[in-house]
């Protein structure tokens, strides 16, 4: 089975600029968290994704946005870009939801990188 | 890749030593406990979970101690090898909430 790939894993980006991060899940995965990585601040939670809906959010200004397609496939949007959001951005997915067992072990693609000038 | 290390405890062993990675957990009603592996320029992988009824598991090489009195957690590895020189983290999840995850210990392995 594929793990998680995150596309693109390197990006530059200037202040003030929009990205868009891609992620496509575990296949048969339907749960996609997104997590901002910085040495300073270790890993912080962006949003969860779960059946097209947004199921929970963590404490980031509005400028981060995200989505997910029917095919559980997920997008995170950042407008407005700032020195601050050189990260890495970690996308994972999980079987929430799915077997008995109730867990929420998220497994991890590679992360994007991004620089903002 | 760039280090996700910068300000992290640091556990340096030598090939071959056994390595205890230790974590304190903040929530008591947390029911499961995750330990994930990051090497450098790579995505958190998973290693291995423990529920909270269990105290002890193991797995290939590693083996997950749980202290629930003192909201404790530990990694054991066995026969440490350069491969595994990474950051670890552990992470605490109760049923299908958000996990909530350490900062992380830098394990150097030396030859």
């Known amino acids: 089975k594929a793990g998680v790939t995150q596309t693109p894993r390197y990006l530059i980006k200037t202040r003030g600029q929009q990205v868009t991060l891609s992620c496509s899940p575990i296949s048969g995965h339907r749960s996609v968290s997104w997590y901002q990585q910085t040495p300073g601040q270790g890993l912080q939670f962006l949003f969860e994704?779960?059946?097209?809906?947004?199921?929970n959010k963590g404490n980031f200004p509005g400028r981060f946005s995200g989505r997910q397609f029917s095919n559980s496939r997920s997008e995170m949007n950042v407008s407005t870009l700032e020195l601050g959001d050189s990260a890495l951005y970690l996308c994972a997915s999980s079987a929430l939801g799915q077997g008995k067992k109730k867990k929420n072990i998220q497994y991890f693609g590679a992360g994007t990188r991004l620089s903002v000038l | 890749g760039e280090s996700v290390g910068l300000h992290l405890p640091t556990l340096s062993v030598q090939e071959g030593d056994n390595s205890i990675i230790n974590c304190a957990y903040s929530?008591?009603?947390?029911?499961?406990f995750i330990w994930y592996k990051q090497e450098s320029g790579k995505g958190p992988q998973f290693i291995i979970d423990i529920r909270s009824n269990m105290d002890k598991r193991q797995g290939q090489r590693v083996t997950v101690l749980l202290n629930k009195t003192v909201k404790h957690l530990s990694l054991q590895i066995a026969a440490t090898q350069p491969g595994d020189s990474a950051v670890y983290f552990c992470?605490?999840?109760?049923?299908?909430?958000?996990?909530?995850f350490g900062k992380g210990t830098m394990l150097l392995v030396s030859p």
């Open positions: 992470a605490e999840g109760w049923g299908y909430s958000t996990l909530t």
């Open positions: 994704y779960f059946s097209e809906t947004q199921r």
């Open positions: 929530n008591s009603a947390s029911d499961y």
